[in-house]
């Protein structure tokens, strides 16, 4: 707003007052700065930045501070989430191994920085101290199930509380109360090797001809027989 009351009183005709220089979609300022460590766009990426990576301090690589520029520091850093924020985390990971620099203060710039809430599934951290320590803990009334209610004797409390919960919010119930297992990632791929060797030798035994059929004098016989 200080920037548009700003430029309401210079009275320029050539650019009329606005709020952002940039916006939040867009190709090459949004969509190729979140996914620089997916291929192809970390080529369109080296082509729009003249065939190599932009300045390692401007690359996507926190969370956290990504964050902090959108909502407190920057006013002009505005950009929309894309589709893989929601369905796909590998954008947050360098698997292509790309050399993306090192930052001013001498970090090398890698996979992305998460916020401490995102290490880890808070599914079985839901509740006490475990939810505290998981930054996972909301207010109380949120956790209310239909049996905390119906010790609620006053109608116009359970109302009041029943109304917060439509409001604000209800937590599901909690359906684990320990870790996930991590993934088996080398077994894995042992077995999707194994799978894919299958697959080809049962391709490469269907390219094999079977032996023409010799008729045999039996058949012979049945032919001459239905003559």
Not at 74 to 103: M, Q, R
Request: charged share 25%.
């Amino acid at each position: 707003m200080k920037r548009f009351m700003s430029l309401c009183g210079h009275g320029d005709i050539a650019i009329p007052p606005f709020m952002y220089g940039s916006h939040y979609s867009s190709s090459g300022g949004v969509v190729l700065h979140y996914l620089v460590r997916l291929r192809p766009f970390a080529g369109l990426h080296r082509q729009l930045q003249g065939g190599q990576f932009d300045v390692a301090d401007r690359l996507f690589d926190s969370v956290p501070r990504t964050w902090d520029m959108c909502s407190q520091t920057s006013p002009t850093e505005v950009k929309e989430l894309t589709p893989e924020w929601y369905s796909d985390p590998s954008f947050l990971v360098n698997g292509n191994s790309f050399d993306l620099g090192t930052s001013v203060d001498g970090k090398a710039i890698s996979d992305v920085v998460l916020p401490p809430w995102a290490e880890g599934s808070p599914s079985n951290k839901q509740r006490g101290w475990d939810a505290r320590q998981a930054d996972n803990l909301f207010y109380h009334l949120t956790y209310y199930d239909t049996e905390d209610l119906a010790r609620i004797e006053d109608e116009g409390l359970r109302t009041e509380t029943e109304l917060h919960i439509a409001d604000f919010g209800h937590c599901p119930s909690q359906l684990f109360v320990k870790a996930h297992p991590k993934k088996k990632t080398e077994s894995l791929k042992s077995k999707s090797k194994d799978d894919s060797q299958k697959m080809s030798g049962l391709r490469n035994m269907g390219r094999v001809k079977s032996p023409k059929r010799q008729s045999s004098s039996t058949d012979k016989a049945g032919v001459d027989d239905a003559t």
